[in-house]
């Protein structure tokens, strides 16, 4: 779809703009703090817990692992002893029963989940004053899928992922962690109520709002105006972008393909357009 400059400015849109901002006013002060909605998390595999040790140690409360993983991870063992906190060799039927999967990697620790802040317009000018990239997941709802754009936005130095505060979409939680492989000790993970509303302000704010389009998008990457920051929305796994979120993007772009699929996977497409719109350039 080309660039509408009237996208996202029409009465019924603005109208709807501001029935929302009164609703979330609550939950728009400056930088509040939500619980993840658990009060552990298991953090699964070497690299993830490693991550996690580095970044927060006293975050982590009670750590379990087999006797191969146990060789290499003497440093976190003593932070904990100091701490006097529980560590203990266990076998690897017991990881799972820990850890709630086969896919444990030898070792799992139960760690305080990190709070969900909602991003207030203050901070989104701070953003674009500082010129940081933004990643907005719409109603991305698988949390295998979640953890492996995580993984990827770490991998391109993409500091800030912003989720819907609404029932089915995917939070951080002990799959999601699994399958980031460390990515979200290296995330913000924001939260809000109404991304209609979070990708106004951001347009607002100076951020070039990049919508990801099943079809219908322009095909090329969207050329980077200098010094203008970047906001790139992913739509749902089977929906793509809501419709009033896509209305609010300044302009939307799909990736072409052969046609004999529809469409890539989430993650995968997350993985395109990071390398065209963030890391490339």
């Known amino acids: 779809m080309a660039h509408n400059p009237r996208l996202g400015f029409r009465p019924s849109l603005a109208a709807r703009a501001a029935a ?23 953090v699964c595999g070497l690299a993830a817990v490693q991550a996690r040790f580095e970044r927060n140690p006293d975050s982590i ?16 063992c003593k ?28 070792i799992v620790a139960v760690v305080t989940p990190p709070a969900l802040r909602t991003p207030a ?15 907005v997941l719409d109603r991305i ?57 979070l990708a106004h302000d951001l347009a607002t704010a100076g951020f070039d709002v990049v919508g990801a389009a099943t079809r219908g998008g322009r095909p090329e990457t969207p050329r980077r105006e200098p010094g203008r920051p970047i906001a790139l929305i992913l739509g749902n796994e089977e929906r793509g972008l809501a419709p009033d979120v ?14 004999r699929v529809e469409s890539l996977n989430v993650s995968v497409a997350a993985a395109v357009l990071m390398w065209e719109l963030f890391a490339r350039r």
Not at 174 to 197: C, I, K, T
């Open 246 to 259: 896509a209305a609010a993007c300044t302009r939307q772009v799909t990736i072409p393909g052969s046609g």
């Open 79 to 106: 932070r904990l002893a100091q701490a006097k906190k529980v560590y203990r060799q266990v076998e690897p039927a017991e990881l799972e029963k820990i850890s709630g999967s086969i896919h444990h990697g030898g």
């Open 121 to 135: 317009v203050e901070d989104i000018a701070h953003w674009a004053k500082r010129g940081d990239a933004v990643l």
């Open 141 to 197: 709802g698988n949390a295998h899928n979640l953890g492996a754009i995580a993984r990827t936005a770490a991998f391109f130095g993409v500091a800030r992922i912003i989720i819907p505060d609404l029932p089915g979409a995917a939070k951080p939680n002990d799959a999601a962690y699994r399958v980031a492989e460390g990515g979200f000790e290296h995330l913000e993970v924001w939260q809000s109520p109404n991304l209609a509303l």
């Open 61 to 76: 409360q009670r750590l379990f692992f087999d006797h191969a993983t146990g060789q290499r991870i003497g440093a976190i």
């Open 20 to 42: 929302a901002r009164e609703a979330a006013k609550a939950s728009r002060a400056s930088s509040t703090a939500e619980p993840a909605g658990r009060e552990e998390l298991n």
